[in-house]
């Protein structure tokens, strides 16, 4: 028998219940510097690689070889490929890498999209 009251009792399972969330992973859905979350991001990279006419496929990237995804051609169509079962912020970088190989130039983004794409990344100069 639960003696607490209803908003005691609602408090106390919620404590017990919500998963520890570390202070670094606080800001984890947001872009570094750029002040936009993950998803609105992946939203506007979604919708620059339509208005380049570059085809976006989600698909289970899975087996023995495993990838996150990437730009390639098939049928001399320009594709990206993205694992569907990647986080937001792995949609993200690889449709990052990818589109940052058009020229960008004549297109008009927001400041803090056309910053992320324009900013050089460490992790894609190795290789």
């Known amino acids: 028998m639960n003696r607490l009251p209803l908003k005691e009792r609602e408090s106390w399972t919620d404590a017990v219940t919500r998963p520890t969330v570390k202070p670094s992973s606080l800001n984890q859905d947001k872009d570094r510097g750029s ?7 992946l939203g506007e ?12 496929r989600y698909e289970a990237l899975t087996g023995e070889i495993f990838s996150p995804g990437g730009m390639c051609r098939i049928r001399g169509r320009q594709v990206i490929m993205v694992n569907k079962h ?28 056309r910053e992320l794409l324009e900013k050089p990344r460490a992790e894609d100069s190795e290789g």
């Open 35 to 41: 002040g936009l979350d993950d998803k609105t991001v």
């Open 86 to 113: 990647g986080s937001v912020r792995e949609k993200t970088t690889i449709l990052t890498r990818a589109l940052r190989r058009f020229d960008l130039s004549g297109i008009y983004l927001k400041p803090a999209l």
């Open 45 to 56: 990279l979604e919708a620059l690689a339509h208005q380049l006419g570059v085809e976006i």
